[in-house]
Nanobody
Framework: QVQLVESGGGLVQAGGSLRLSCAAS????????MDWYRQAPGQQRELVAQ???????NYADSVKGRFTISRDNAKNTMYLQMNSLKPEDTAVYYC?????????WGQGTQVTVSS
């Protein structure tokens, strides 16, 4: 079992920054890929960024150059640094991992970007 808790969301003006955190209940050393997803109202959940256990990253085209994903295995925590935020980044952001073919999701944190 893995429990994930996101934090760091909030309301920010366009052009601003936020840093999301995802704290895992146990060690994330055995978890290869960790992801951030987001879901806007009326839209499907979409992959934002992912990071492997050795630090290889992948980003959605819409956030490349603005968002940075990272992980601290010693703290069992993953981060998403979001800069130059746009109104279209408004969504609930979820962290996700898969362990032994089971998907685990956090409860989500709301990010709202005003124009």
């Amino acid at each position: 079992q893995v429990q994930l808790v996101e934090s760091g969301g909030g309301l920010v003006q366009a052009g601003g920054s936020l840093r999301l955190s995802c704290a895992a209940s146990g060690s994330i050393l055995s978890i290869n890929v960790m992801d951030w997803y987001r879901q806007a109202p009326g839209q499907q959940r979409e992959l934002v960024a992912q990071i492997s256990s050795v630090g290889i990253t992948n980003y959605a085209d819409s956030v490349k150059g603005r968002f940075t994903i990272s992980r601290d295995n010693a703290k069992n925590t993953m981060y998403l640094q979001m800069n130059s935020l746009k109104p279209e980044d408004t969504a609930v952001y979820y962290c996700h991992v898969q362990r032994a073919y089971v998907d685990y999701w956090g409860q989500g944190t709301q990010v709202t970007v005003s124009s």
